[in-house]
């Protein structure tokens, strides 16, 4: 079975930088995609970031493009999301999730738990 975890969640003020790392275990995948998901309290959840290994291509929600930056380090079965410049509107339980294939979905293969980020003003 495949176990996702993510970690690094925490209280950030606004315009600081957080990275949070999401481990995988109990599977190697060929050609995957993963995905960073985060739900606010209220809302639905969102994806904001995907990384694609067969080619390397990644992609943002507009709502973090320029700011977030996702990045796989496949040796280490660890994926992150680097947070820079969060805003208040950043709080919110983050996801990560991978699939096999090319491209990112809503219904991702293996999901985690999630982390917790606060942007505190």
């Known amino acids: 079975d495949v176990q996702v975890v993510e970690s690094g969640g925490d209280l950030v003020q606004v315009g600081g930088s957080l990275r949070l790392s999401c481990t995988f275990s109990?599977?190697?995948?060929?050609?995957?995609?993963i995905g960073w998901f985060r739900q606010a309290p209220g809302k639905d959840r969102e994806g904001i970031a995907c990384?694609?290994?067969?080619?390397?291509?990644?992609v943002y929600a507009d709502s973090v493009k320029g700011r977030f930056t996702i990045s796989d380090d496949k040796a280490k079965s660890t994926a992150y999301l680097q947070m820079d410049t969060v805003k208040p509107e950043d709080t919110a339980v983050y996801y990560c999730?991978?699939?096999?294939?090319?491209?990112?979905?809503?219904?991702?293969?293996?999901w985690g738990k999630g982390t917790l980020v606060t942007v505190s003003s």
């Open positions: 999730a991978i699939r096999s294939g090319y491209y990112c979905k809503n219904d991702m293969d293996y």
């Open positions: 990384f694609g290994s067969s080619d390397g291509m990644v």
């Open positions: 109990g599977r190697t995948f060929d050609d995957y995609a």
